[in-house]
């Protein structure tokens, strides 16, 4: 039965990094953000990590020729219904696949997809950083797979420097907006309280939360625990020391460039945010985190 490891959390918070270690493990592989497969990557013709156009690429074209059945466009729409942090409410509530048609025909296609991944890869579990708290939700009940879901958080300080400095262009071909730090960390605080409700809803026996800082500082051992979750081999597969894992080839849908770097990536905290930061910005994003900082163990004082 194929396993989705499912990585929640805010954008930023060093998902890829993180994503990359898990895929270097055994039986793992990291496929980026499934969420976006059918838009905006196949309708915008983006390119996978490996630098082919998706349908060309030699893991992704396979994947396709076993979902040549699936109105693609059809898909897309479901995805646009479904996939909506408005709709979590919903989407935690509901108990009933047929009462919502387009979640039903949805999970159908995903599941497909991820089978077909594994087909394909030779893989049993993977590792999908879609982040997004509505999809999770998706991923939680697709027929005949298990779902585990990490929720990697980050400071939001750190994050909010990221999406006001850092540039990059995204799977829809457009250079991803930045934000302010207000509007970064008020989607921080939405997007970590819906990873939060996925946990509970998915349980303890299924899911963890883990602080991107403590994963760099002790990258093995938080490997290791992830890899646990779904019962796979320890992270010494994945492994040449302490800190250096080796990566496979990649073909991560979407997401940060550095998805497309393979052999040996070292994995250290990224803390140019403590010296780069305008103080105003990160006044702003502590005072809009706050309540979730204490809960997260971050201080509100920086050096
Ligand atoms: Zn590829």
């Known amino acids: 039965m194929p396993q989705v490891l499912y990585v929640l959390g805010r954008g930023r ?5 993180f994503a990359q270690a898990l895929g270097a493990l055994d039986g793992f592989f990291s496929a980026g953000e499934v969420r976006v497969l059918w838009d905006p990557v196949l309708t915008n013709g983006s390119a996978c990590a490996c630098g082919q156009p998706v349908p060309d690429c030699p893991i992704w074209s396979e994947v396709l020729a076993r979902l040549d059945h699936v109105d693609q466009d059809q898909a897309a729409r479901w995805q646009r219904e479904v996939v909506n942090e408005f709709r979590l409410p919903r989407l935690l509530r509901h108990r009933a696949p047929g009462r919502w048609p387009a979640l039903a025909g949805y999970r159908r296609v995903m599941a497909q997809v991820y089978t077909a991944i594994t087909e394909v890869t030779g893989c049993r579990t993977v590792v999908d950083s879609s982040k997004r708290p509505s999809y999770a939700l998706v991923v939680r009940h697709l027929p005949g797979s298990e779902a585990y879901f990490v929720h990697l958080v980050r400071d939001p300080r750190a994050c909010a420097y990221s999406w006001r400095t850092r540039r990059h262009t995204g799977a829809s071909g457009t250079v991803v907006r930045q934000h302010g730090a207000v509007d ?24 963890l939360q883990l602080r991107y800082e403590d994963f760099v500082a002790a990258p093995r051992q938080a490997v290791d625990q992830v890899a646990a979750l779904v019962d796979g081999p320890p992270a010494s ?5 302490e800190r250096t894992v080796r990566a496979p080839a990649s073909h991560a849908l979407a997401g940060n460039p550095a998805r497309q770097r393979s052999g040996p990536v070292v994995v250290q905290a990224d803390e140019q945010w403590s010296s780069g930061q305008r103080a105003v910005d990160r006044w702003l994003a502590s005072a809009v985190a706050s309540p979730l900082m204490w809960r997260y163990g971050y201080p509100l004082r920086t050096r």
Do not use: H, I, P
């Open 13 to 17: 918070s060093g998902s890829t990094v």
């Open 184 to 207: 970064a960390t008020l989607r921080w605080d939405l997007l970590n309280l819906g990873a939060e409700a996925v946990l509970r809803s998915a349980g303890s026996d299924r899911s």
């Open 237 to 241: 597969t994945a492994f040449v020391d």
